[in-house]
């Protein structure tokens, strides 16, 4: 298995609902990201986990709650979002922990409308 | 701090045609680059990468990138694109803690 997964492909939310984005890799990978692509314009660095445990946070607002499980298995809680922070969400993932030499491999992105 | 700057917004070309896609780096240090494709509605896939050593690096798909260190540059050809090239290309450059910081993108048009 050598690829990243997310779910759902596409979300619409309102901006009361609590939804969440999941993100899964079975290649051994140490380390694991989330990335906000807005249209047009390149992926965004939000959060880090290396070896299960959270090492940048870009300063994203706490409506956005990320929880790493297991070292295959990276969330995104959503709770009380704005319009503007529809986007596609992009899940990474690269083997050795977060060094700057490694390649992250990517997911398809979840697409988020929040109405 | 260290960041990517892509030269071009969008790059239209003809089928069979040479690209060439520009992108310069600001770093006083050493730098790790990457290029990666965005195809429409998917995420983003590894091309080619500079770590060090040769400076001319080939990847994926027939592109090719050469490390200019006197220019700052990592400038990213092929020789001849297809039709089904045609994606958005981003340079990017590692700032520590494996976080990437990418270029504004280049919208490669390959045209019939």
């Known amino acids: 298995d050598t690829e990243v997964t997310q779910t759902p492909k596409h979300l619409v939310m309102g901006m009361t609902n609590k939804k969440s984005l999941k993100c899964e890799q079975h290649m051994g990978h140490r380390a694991m990201y989330w990335y906000k692509q807005k249209a047009k314009k390149p992926p965004e660095l939000m959060f880090v986990?290396?070896?299960?445990?959270?090492?940048i946070n870009e300063s994203v607002p706490s409506r956005f709650s990320p929880e790493c499980p297991n070292s295959s298995l990276l969330n995104l809680h959503l709770h009380a979002l704005q319009p503007e922070d529809s986007a596609l969400y992009l899940c990474a993932s690269s083997p050795l922990g977060g060094f700057d030499q490694e390649t992250q491999y990517f997911g398809p992105g979840t697409r988020l409308l929040v109405l | 701090a260290q960041s990517v700057t892509q030269l071009d917004s969008q790059v239209p070309v003809f089928e069979e045609a040479p690209v060439e896609l520009r992108c310069n780096y600001s770093s006083s240090v050493s730098v790790y680059l990457f290029w990666y494709v965005q195809y429409p509605n998917q995420g983003l896939q590894l091309l080619l990468k500079?770590?060090?050593?040769?400076?001319l690096v080939k990847g994926i798909n027939g592109f090719e990138a050469e490390f200019n260190k006197s220019q700052t540059s990592f400038h990213l050809r092929k020789p001849s694109v297809h039709i089904s090239d045609t994606a958005e290309y981003f340079c990017?450059?590692?700032?520590?803690?494996?976080?990437?910081?990418f270029g504004q993108g280049t919208e490669l048009s390959v045209k019939p």
């Open positions: 500079y770590l060090s050593g040769s400076t």
């Open positions: 986990y290396s070896y299960e445990k959270l090492s």
């Open positions: 990017a450059v590692t700032v520590g803690g494996g976080k990437l910081i």
